[in-house]
């Protein structure tokens, strides 16, 4: 975080460093109007309350707290930035030692929604202790990274009635307070949160490209496009998709790249993926296409159009192949089109193919054609006879 923001939060160097800011240090000057006044929250029940303003239902602990008999018990827990968002995971789970009021929606709040219940007539802390009692004066984290500094996320401060508000952020590694909220009739009216980091499954090399598949993360209903990136060295290749796989081309086969995905929606970027270790190889050619076979006696001529790509190793050969109705196979190889497959036996029905063939191993084969080996039709031979006188 930067100075000045810490300053507007933190006047005193030794309320910072306390960590928490006892409920009966608040002020609330007369003459402050109260921007969230009692009759603005409904008593939701399990330690839940509905904001009627912005229809958001609030926990009204802070994380770590337990809500009994109407109060929030112990102190809160800070938690890194990746460590609140699993603590709604968490929470949704029903895992031990969380509350979740029956609901497995909480989430963690952006900037906007944490702002709409800071009381800015009250100081220290600055919220309304009615309906978050045990509140401390610390910094809550916001679901949202910092776009262009996505190691840093944004926070909203409770101890000066969130002063610096949006200009406060900081490192994710650095623990804070955390309040969970989930959605209401009114969540469209606010800055909808960046998307979660997506998870890379696998990454299949190819010629001069990794095919990069992935999941996403549950994100909310912004429309979320994915950038799949791989760098070696200074050189970098990304490609945007819309989901899973995307494909990274213009690589370099035998160099050996880090690939990563990142999530991007109009609210931000997400923090990128795990990077892992590929490197790109030469592969069977692309499989040739069958044009149309041509009988013969006993043979069959065999037409194909090349492979359209090497698989980055020069093709060697192509074969044909004709497989009869007595499932006797029979072949010819050559550089190019017709091959002609000898040996067959007229009158019988045979299936032809073609394979292309590189240093790496044979392309899958074209679609196969069927036609009947047959001697073409003899000419009549002409007998002239002289008639003599």
Known sequence: MNKKTAQGFCLAVALCAVGSVQAQYQTCPNGFPKTTPDVDFFDG???????????????????????SNGFCSFEPVFYTWQQAL????????????????ENAAWRLPNVNELQSIIERGCAAPSINLAWFPGTPGNLYWGGSPVADVPVNAWLVGFYHGGVGGHDSYDALATPHAVRLVRGGRSATAFDLLAPRSPTVTSLTPGDTKII?????????????????????????????GVGSPIVVNNLTNGAAYTCSVNAANPQGISLASATTLVVPQPTVPDAPTLLRLVSGNRSIKVMFAPSLADGGSAITNYRATCIGTNAVPHGQAGMTSPLVVPGLVNG?????????????????????????AKRPVDSVPIISILLGD
């Open 45 to 67: 029940g399990n330690g839940t309350a509905l904001h009627l303003p912005t229809g958001l239902i609030w926990k009204r602990c802070s994380e770590g707290q337990t809500w």
């Open 86 to 101: 699993d603590r709604a995971d968490a929470a949704n789970a029903g895992a031990e030692g969380t509350q979740n009021a």
């Open 212 to 240: 990069v598949s992935f999941t996403a993360a549950t994100n909310g209903p912004l429309p979320v496009t994915f950038l799949a990136s791989c760098t070696n060295g200074s050189m970098i290749r990304g490609v945007i």
């Open 348 to 372: 019988l029905s045979y299936s032809c193919s073609v394979i292309a063939h590189n240093a790496i191993g044979s392309s899958a084969a074209s679609t196969v054609s069927t036609q009947v």
